[in-house]
């Protein structure tokens, strides 16, 4: 069994900056629960902090649009870590990050 690619994946329920993963692994997706309630940035990072390179910056839009929930695919690889970053202006927002 290879834990890279083979299944489960694990998750990580996010409403504010989090660590997600240490070391390497493999962000399967991102999952938009609950739009905000005041628009902003979702940074993703191939890190242990909100710093270093950036995967993906995802932005979420106000309850009152059809955004959520939303599923958007990554299945790209990270060396040092994975870290969620929410801007300073988003607030309300409920991800979930599926990873390994």
């Not at 994946?9 to 390497?24: I, M, R």
């Not at 979702?42 to 995967?55: H, M, Q, R, W």
């Amino acid at each position: 069994m290879n834990s890279a690619i083979d299944f489960p994946f694990l998750y990580k329920h996010c409403v504010a900056d989090a660590q997600v993963c240490a070391g390497p692994g493999v962000l399967h997706t991102l999952t938009i629960n609950k739009a905000a309630t005041t628009a902003g940035v979702i940074t993703l990072y191939d890190s242990l902090t909100e710093a270093g390179t950036v995967i993906a910056a995802i932005t979420v839009a106000l309850k009152t649009e059809a955004q959520a929930p939303a599923t958007l695919t990554y299945d790209v690889g990270f060396t040092t870590g994975l870290y969620a970053g929410f801007d300073g202006t988003i607030a309300g927002a409920d991800i979930t990050i599926s990873y390994k």
